[in-house]
C-alpha cells in the first residue's frame, strides 16, 4: 500500500524547482509581492497556480469566481486557464492591493477575462446567488472563519460538476496538531471532516502547498 511521504526541507525545495516552470512575469509578481513584507505569506504557492490553471483548462471552464485576491495571482493562473471569451470574477474586501494585482494582469494580457470586486465574500456571493449566476469553478482563499459560508455558498453557485478548489486545508499542518484549537484551526478542520461526510460531493484532499482540497458537486 502507497503512504503518503513525510516532505522535508530537501523535498519543499525539490517541488518548487522541479514542480514549478520558471515564468518571469510570476516570478516578478512574486519578488514584488515579497517587498510588501509580512503579508506575501498569503500570496498562493506558484506550484499551487499552475495547478489551477490546469484545472480551468481541461475543465473547459468559462466562468470562475475566486474569493481573495490580494495581489492577483491565483487569478492571473485562473485567467490563464480559460479561453478568450472566459472570464473570472474576483473578490476581495480590500482595494489595498488592486492596482499591483492589475499591473500584472495587464502585462499578460489578461484584463478582458478578469473582473474585479470589492466586497465582502459572503455578502458577494449572496447576491451573485440572489441574482441566479453559476459558476464552472469556484476558487476560496479568504478569512478561514468564514470558510463554512463560502463552501455552503458555492455549493449554491456551482452546477452539478462544478469544482470548488479550497486552499489552506492543511493550515500549515495545524489541523493535525490536537493541541492546536485556536478558531482558525478549529474551522479548518471541523470543514473537511463535514467535507468528508458531504453526500452532495466527492472530494480529494491534496498536500500542495498548504493544502488544497478539491471538490467535484455530484
Ligand atoms: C490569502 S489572501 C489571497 C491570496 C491570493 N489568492 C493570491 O494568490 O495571492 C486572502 C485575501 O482575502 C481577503 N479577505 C479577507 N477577508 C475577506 C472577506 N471577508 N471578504 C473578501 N475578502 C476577504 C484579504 O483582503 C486577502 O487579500
Redesign the pocket.
Known amino acids: 500500500m502507497s503512504t503518503q511521504l513525510k516532505i522535508n526541507e530537501d523535498l519543499i525545495q525539490y517541488l518548487q524547482n522541479v514542480g514549478y516552470r520558471k515564468d518571469p512575469l510570476v516570478d516578478e509578481l512574486e519578488k514584488e509581492?515579497k517587498a510588501l513584507g509580512q503579508v506575501a505569506q498569503?500570496?498562493?504557492a506558484k506550484e499551487q497556480?499552475q495547478f489551477l490553471e490546469i484545472i480551468v483548462n481541461i475543465s473547459k471552464a468559462k466562468s470562475c469566481l475566486?474569493?481573495?485576491?490580494?495581489?492577483?495571482?491565483?487569478?492571473l493562473y485562473m485567467a490563464r486557464g480559460l479561453p478568450s471569451d472566459g472570464k473570472i470574477i474576483t473578490?476581495?474586501?480590500?482595494e489595498e492591493?488592486l492596482p499591483l494585482a492589475q499591473k500584472y494582469w495587464d502585462k499578460d494580457g489578461l484584463t478582458s477575462k478578469i473582473e474585479s470586486i470589492i466586497?465582502?465574500?459572503?455578502d458577494v456571493m449572496q447576491s451573485l446567488i440572489d441574482r441566479q449566476h453559476t459558476f464552472d469553478i469556484i476558487f476560496i482563499?479568504?478569512?478561514k472563519n468564514?470558510y463554512p459560508n463560502y463552501y455552503e455558498l458555492s455549493l449554491s453557485l456551482v452546477p452539478s460538476n462544478g469544482i470548488i478548489i479550497i486552499?489552506n486545508m492543511l493550515w500549515h499542518g495545524d489541523v493535525a496538531d490536537t493541541s492546536k484549537n485556536d478558531s482558525q484551526t478549529k474551522t479548518i478542520r471541523d470543514l473537511s471532516s463535514q467535507i468528508n461526510q458531504d453526500d452532495r460531493v466527492e472530494f480529494s484532499l491534496l498536500p500542495l502547498s498548504d493544502g488544497l482540497s478539491f471538490i467535484r458537486k455530484k
Open positions: 509581492t498569503m500570496q498562493i497556480g475566486e474569493i481573495g485576491r490580494f495581489t492577483g495571482l491565483s487569478t473578490v476581495d474586501n480590500s492591493f466586497g465582502s465574500g459572503v482563499d479568504a478569512d468564514n486552499d
